[in-house]
């Protein structure tokens, strides 16, 4: 038998979620369509991302985020519970407003989605809870 095909190292380990966001409260969702009478946006969760530790800091996270914000079939981006400080800053400098609270970044790609992302970040700053945007802190 001939050697196996060598296959190169992954670059990407990522975790994607499909789901519909309730418009008037961004942190819950649903798996399907219609499951709330009530306003949802259809959204593209990212949950989880991280670079091969010798790829990094080559704009690979960059250019699938890019990627991901360019899908037309989304209302809205998502990147959920931000632990990485130096995405968080990357994101912020982007101009993807922020729930401190949770660490999630959202991109509003549609009119409705903007307007939901509005009102969540202006309700957090007049419950004097965590602001839009990090370097507001």
């Known amino acids: 038998m001939g050697q196996p095909e060598r296959l190169p190292p992954m670059q990407l380990t990522v ?14 969702s ?15 969760v990212l949950e989880h991302v991280k670079v091969d530790e ?3 800091r080559r704009g690979i996270c960059k250019r699938f985020i890019a990627w991901l914000a360019g899908d037309p079939r989304y209302e809205l981006v998502i990147i959920e519970g931000v632990q990485n400080e130096h995405l968080a800053e990357a994101l912020t400098r982007w101009g993807w407003p922020c729930d401190r609270g ?23 700053k007049a419950e004097g809870g965590p602001r839009e945007r990090l370097d507001e802190a």
């Not at 975790?15 to 409260?25: F, K, P, Y």
């Open 15 to 28: 975790r994607l979620r499909e789901c519909w966001v309730l418009a008037s409260d961004l942190r819950k």
């Open 30 to 44: 649903a798996w399907t369509e219609g499951w709330t009478p009530e306003p949802t946006l259809h959204a593209l």
């Open 54 to 56: 010798t790829l990094r």
């Open 102 to 124: 949770v660490m999630d970044f959202y991109l509003a790609k549609s009119d409705a989605a903007r307007q939901a992302v509005d009102r969540m970040t202006i309700a957090k």
